[in-house]
């Protein structure tokens, strides 16, 4: 139900780094020229929110206090000037804030730019389509943008059951390539029910993996979701100069030898950067509007945990996160 008769709302505040959120009653923002209010449903839960509340993601920009949250799914109930791909009504979703000083979606209300949001796909919960913005569009920003993955090619993804590795997946296979996925034993039926072939990191070295699934020729491209040690690692496991390697965790020191002496390519993907410079950010709103076709085609579903946390539980969802107990995504019910 709508309380626009209301001018505030209640929001979940973080006034300084490692402390519990406060939850207040604040001002209903109000949209301004290509913005739209949107009535928060679902908030999608990231690690990235875990650094930003920890205080150890420098590279979001936070300035405190904040709301935090950088995905939701919800309802339009306002647009604002030159607003003419949207109306009232609208179920829509988005990585739309959280960074920043940008309002993020841990409240009941927020003003996005439009160009951020596409309606959401017709056959997901909104608890469903909360879980997709950020693990998206990074996959495809990787994917698609840089490393071209079509019918055919061969491709790697270190992390598969991931928030973002089992949307790169999905969207690997929907463009026909050969998919592989590294992961656990325990998450080996996960990553096959989503069409790829399951490599046990733990009973599998890169050489063995190599020599098994390309016949040493590596593969055209790896996702790398981990960083690290996987990423010098996925250096070694690229075809000879025609692989290329796209990771989301970039961090520290890498030597690049051994990919020059594969003749091989790397690019990184820093998926904030429209939210955090106001460039590009249209390119969002399109890539949300080819993850909904996916979804409505039976293509792209994620994957998420089954506890249901809202506004007062959020202390526990993150806990859960931190412990890795929980079971797939998980969102805030708003």
Request: aromatic share 6%.
């Amino acid at each position: 139900m709508s309380t626009l008769s209301s001018p505030v709302m209640k929001a979940l505040i973080l006034e300084n780094y490692g402390s519990p959120y406060i939850l207040k009653e604040i001002s209903r923002p109000v949209p301004g020229k290509g913005e739209v209010l949107v009535q928060i449903i679902a908030s999608g839960v990231n690690p990235l929110d875990l650094k930003i509340k920890s205080g150890q993601a420098a590279h979001a920009q936070t300035r405190l206090p904040a709301i935090l949250g950088v995905d939701m799914a919800g309802i339009i109930v306002e647009t604002g000037k030159e607003v003419t791909d949207f109306k009232i009504g609208d179920e829509v979703y988005g990585l739309t804030g959280g960074v920043a000083g940008i309002q993020g979606s841990l409240a009941q209300y927020t003003a996005v730019d439009s160009r951020l949001i596409a309606i959401k796909p017709a056959n997901l919960s909104m608890r469903e389509a909360a879980a997709i913005p950020l693990s998206f569009i990074t996959a495809w920003e990787g994917l698609m943008d840089r490393a071209r993955v079509k019918k055919d090619k061969t491709v790697l993804i270190q992390g598969g059951t991931g928030g973002v590795g089992h949307m790169a997946i999905q969207l690997a296979m929907a463009k026909g390539a050969t998919v592989f996925a590294t992961g656990s034993a325990g998450k080996k039926s996960i990553i096959e029910a989503y069409g790829a072939i399951a490599i046990d990191f733990n009973r599998m070295s890169v050489a063995e993996y190599v020599k098994e699934y390309t016949s040493e020729e590596g593969f055209d491209v790896i996702f790398d979701t981990i960083g690290g040690d996987t990423l010098d690692a996925s250096f070694k496991a690229l075809k000879i100069y025609e692989g290329h390697l796209v990771s989301i965790l970039g961090w520290g020191t890498h030597s690049l030898a051994p990919l020059s002496f594969r003749g091989a390519t790397y690019s990184g993907v820093f998926t904030l950067l429209p939210l955090i410079t106001g460039k590009n950010r249209s390119h969002h709103g399109e890539i949300l509007k080819e993850a909904a076709r996916l979804a409505e085609a039976g293509k792209l579903k994620p994957l998420l945990d089954t506890i249901s946390y809202n506004m007062e539980t959020i202390t526990d969802a993150y806990h859960a996160m931190e412990q890795k107990t929980n079971q797939g995504k998980v969102v805030i019910s708003i």
